[in-house]
Every structure is written in C-alpha cells, then in structure tokens.
C-alpha cells in the first residue's frame, strides 16, 4: 500500500492461511496457488526467465540431503473476481492487484 505522504512511504501487511498444495507444472515454469481459509483467492505465477539455481548441503533429522533451490522471477494473474483477499483487524480488507510481478521458489531434496 503506498501512503500519500511523507513521499515514497509505504505500509507492508503479512497474512498467512493454510491453502491446498500449489500446482508446479515444470515444463511451462508456471505455479498455480488457491486459498480458501482466512486468505481467499487463486493466481498463476509465470516465470518469464530462467531460474537462479542454488544448491547447497541440508541435514534433516540426521539424515544427509542435496537441497536445490529454483528462484523465479516472472508475472502473476488472478481470474476475475478471483483475487487474493483477507480482512484484518487493523487493516481492514486487503486485496491483491489481479496481476503484478512475481517471485517463487521450487525447493527439492535429494538424498546425499
């Protein structure tokens, strides 16, 4: 949300939900996202270059894993009507432009 003064001042809300599993179809580097608890709404994240890859050792429970982390960077559009949305209290209702940019994760695991 952007605040009309002082100059370039902004305001960030963080609201968290439990959503089903998102949706990553790999070969058209697209996720897709539906809530329907406290945050209500679904988008598709496209990626529109290729990821930055990372890959780095991970120890779960005394078990040895390779963690590669995909960062996307790309564009994300909601159906209409279909936006992200959630009320809070200070805030009030908070609801999501129907497209942007966007930034997503693929993380994956793999034994050692």
């Given at each position: 949300?952007?605040?009309?003064?002082p100059?370039?001042?902004?305001?960030?809300?963080?609201?968290?939900?439990?959503?089903?599993?998102?949706?990553?179809?790999?070969?058209?580097?697209?996720?897709?996202?539906?809530?329907t608890?406290?945050?209500?709404?679904s988008?598709?994240?496209?990626?529109?270059?290729?990821?930055?890859?990372?890959?780095?050792?991970?120890?779960?429970?005394?078990?040895?894993?390779?963690?590669?982390?995909?960062?996307?960077?790309?564009?994300?559009?909601?159906?209409a009507?279909?936006?992200?949305?959630?009320?809070?209290l200070?805030?009030?209702?908070?609801?999501?432009?129907?497209?942007?940019?966007?930034?997503?994760?693929?993380?994956?695991?793999?034994?050692?």
């Amino acid at each position: 949300m952007t605040l009309s003064a002082p100059k370039h001042a902004t305001v960030s809300y963080d609201i968290f939900g439990v959503g089903r599993k998102p949706v990553f179809d790999s070969k058209a580097k697209r996720l897709s996202v539906k809530a329907t608890k406290i945050v209500k709404g679904s988008a598709t994240l496209v990626a529109t270059a290729p990821p930055s890859v990372v890959t780095t050792p991970c120890t779960i429970g005394h078990k040895h894993f390779k963690q590669r982390d995909a960062s996307y960077f790309g564009s994300f559009s909601s159906p209409a009507g279909g936006q992200f949305q959630a009320r809070s209290l200070v805030a009030g209702l908070i609801k999501v432009a129907h497209s942007g940019i966007a930034f997503f994760d693929i993380v994956t695991l793999k034994k050692a």
